[in-house]
Structures are given as C-alpha cells and as structure tokens.
C-alpha cells in the first residue's frame, strides 16, 4: 500500500516560516518527481513548486524567492520551506509524487497526500 503523507501545517503571522514534509511510503521501486500544490477556499488546486529525481526545480511566479523546495532521496521524503509567508498563502498543501512501485517497475503512477493546512493571519 503505498501512502503518501504530508505534514507541518500550521497558525503563523504574516512574515513568518514553515517547513512542510511530504514523505512516500510503502514498496517503492523509484520515486521520480515529487511537487507541493495549494488550494485556496473556492479556488482551483494549484502548482506550488515541482522537484524532479534529478534536482531540477520549478516554482510558481507568487512563492519564487520565498518558497525552496528540496527531497532527502534516501529518506523519501520532499520538503517546502516557506519564507515570508503572505497571507494570501492560506490554503490546503498537498503534495504528489510520481513513482514505481516494486513488481510494476515500468508503471509509473502519481500519488496524492491527504493535504496539510497553511493559515496565515496578518
């Protein structure tokens, strides 16, 4: 069974951090790219910021500079280390993970968490 589950939502003040973990769990043959997505009450689920296997990064235009998104290979975990946060950085994070599990190596599929809570007053 292969699980994915976010974690470090939080009440923070405007200007403050928070770091949220994202790890994958189960029998995993090869996780490839993992990302962080928010949803807003009323609004459309969005891409926060994307991580490949390799390293390479991207990130929304409204997180870039404040947002750094980073993964722990071995403990198949992605982090989102939020800086500066606004408070229009409410939402609901979800993170996804792209990956193959053992015995189905060439299927890939994406996964998602249940999501984690970002509030942020000003």
């Known amino acids: 069974q292969v699980q994915v589950v976010e974690s470090g939502g939080g009440l923070v003040q405007a200007g403050g951090s928070l770091r949220l973990s994202c790890v994958a769990t189960?029998?995993?043959?090869?996780?490839?790219?993992m990302a962080w997505y928010r949803q807003a009450p009323g609004k459309q689920r969005d891409l926060v910021a994307r991580?490949?296997?390799?390293?390479?990064?991207n990130y929304a235009d409204s997180v870039n500079g404040r947002f750094t998104i980073s993964r722990d290979n071995a403990k198949k975990t992605a982090y989102l280390q939020m800086n500066s946060l606004k408070p229009e950085d409410t939402a609901v994070y979800y993170c996804?993970?792209?990956?193959?599990?053992?015995?189905?190596?060439?299927?890939?599929?994406?996964?998602w968490g249940q999501g984690t809570q970002v509030t942020v007053s000003s």
């Open positions: 991580i490949t296997g390799g390293g390479g990064t």
């Open positions: 996804n993970a792209d990956l193959s599990v053992i015995g189905r190596r060439d299927s890939t599929n994406t996964y």
């Open positions: 189960g029998s995993l043959f090869n996780i490839y790219t």
